[in-house]
């Protein structure tokens, strides 16, 4: 079993920023991939970043130059920086763990409205 743990999320006004934190405990596998989705209300869960162990990262287009995923693999834990905000960035992000199975966070709010 795999925990995680979001923190972070609240509201902002557009242009601003905002990091996530996700921290994984458990049975966590040295190789492994961590990335956040998020879904809006009425619509599906979508991909917003992840981010391999070794280091290789995938972004959506929609958030490709404003936001970084990074992690800490030493404290299982990634991070989502999230610069020049939109209020179609508004979601609730949710952060997943994938080994040899995948693990859902609970995930956190981010309204981002003036």
């Known amino acids: 079993q795999v925990q995680l743990v979001e923190s972070g999320g609240g509201l902002v006004q557009p242009g601003g920023s905002l990091r996530l934190s996700c921290a994984a405990s458990?049975?966590?596998?040295?190789?492994?991939?961590m990335g956040w989705y998020r879904q809006a209300p009425g619509k599906q869960r979508e991909l917003v970043a992840t981010?391999?162990?070794?280091?290789?990262?995938k972004y959506a287009d929609s958030v490709r130059g404003r936001f970084i995923i990074s992690r800490d693999n030493a404290k299982n834990t990634v991070y989502l920086q999230m610069n020049s905000l939109k209020p179609e960035d508004t979601a609730e992000y949710y952060c997943?763990?994938?080994?040899?199975?995948?693990?859902w966070g609970q995930g956190t709010q981010v309204p981002v409205s003036s």
């Open positions: 458990g049975r966590i596998f040295s190789t492994n991939v």
């Open positions: 997943k763990y994938t080994a040899a199975r995948y693990y």
């Open positions: 981010i391999t162990s070794g280091g290789n990262t």
